[in-house]
Structures are given as structure tokens and as C-alpha cells.
């Protein structure tokens, strides 16, 4: 029996480095096949926040697609999936998702992951927010979409940029239906 497949995409906005963190903690897993889609922006992203090559940044995953690849198994509802984490999302990705335009595959991916009810987490990098924002989140997540704008948790005293990371990308693999171990969890 093959592994279940999940997407991560990483879109333009800055916090590359929860999609990076992301590609680590299911690699570290091994219990999952991990397709990565990176856009142009997310590119451009990565290399003014992350000393990382292109080289080792699919070394991450097991399948790499490109954005322009709108054929790609994962954009089909064929494609069993547990679902897609996009890490960090653009607010143009943000709007696109929202409006239903499957313009390239980040974005027809996520359309799929919509329609066939499968758990499909934004982690949306912008503030702050205006109005357009707010309701291309709505939108979203009417449609059955979390947004989780990746708000650090600071009840358990991070010490480095890193455990904030961790932790917030933590939170995201879980939503997506998959336990994370090591998680902080509030215990009041």
C-alpha cells in the first residue's frame, strides 16, 4: 500500500520558512508522499529568506511540480489526498482560491482540495488586513478552507525564531488530520 499524499505550496508573501519548516516535520514523519508546487514569487521568497537551493528545497519532498504543470496528478480529484497546506499564501493565492480561478496549479490544486472535501490550510502573510483580505478569507473558509494566519503561540516561551516556526507549523500539519508530536499544547 502506498503512502497517503499531501501538498504543500509556498506562495510569494514572506514567512518562506513555514513552508520550509512544513516540508521538514513530514519528511521527519515518513508516513506521507509529499508533493511540493513552489511559484515564481515563492521562489523569490526563498532566496532572500532562506540560503537553501532550489536543489535542496525539493530535496524536501518526494514529487516536485511546477506551477505552470496544470495537468499534475494533484490537480485532479483522482488524486487521493489528505489535503494541501499552502505555507506561506500570497494574498494574490489568498484572492485567486477565493474566487475560484485555477490560473496555475497552486491554485487548481487548492480548487480540488475544495471540492472534494479534503482539508485545504492557508497560512495567509499579510498585515495589516484590509477589507478585500477579510473576505477572500471569509470566502475560503465558507467554502471548508481553514485559514490559519500563522499567529505565534508564546504561552510556552519560545527561545528562538525556530521554536515559533515549529510550533505554528505543528499547529498547521494538524489541521490538516495529522498528529504532531512535540507539539505545546496549552494546559491551563
Known sequence: MSKPAITVA?????????????????????????????????WLTLSTESPLSREAVHAKADVVHTPKAVGACIASGSHESLGMLVAPCSMHTLAAIACGLSSNLITRAADVTLKERRRLVLLPRET???????????????????????????????????????????????????????RKVWRG
Open 10 to 42: 509556498i506562495t510569494g508573501a514572506s514567512g518562506a520558512l513555514y513552508g520550509l519548516k512544513i516540508l521538514d516535520l513530514l519528511r521527519e514523519r515518513g508516513d506521507v508522499e509529499v508533493h511540493l508546487v513552489v511559484s515564481s514569487s515563492g
Open 128 to 182: 495589516p488586513l484590509n477589507l478585500a483580505h477579510l473576505r477572500n478569507m471569509q470566502s475560503v473558509t465558507e467554502m471548508g478552507g481553514i485559514v490559519m494566519p500563522p499567529v505565534p503561540a508564546l504561552y510556552h516561551q519560545p527561545k528562538t525564531i525556530d521554536e515559533l516556526i515549529t510550533d505554528t507549523a505543528r499547529h498547521a500539519i494538524e489541521l490538516v488530520g495529522l498528529k504532531q508530536a512535540g
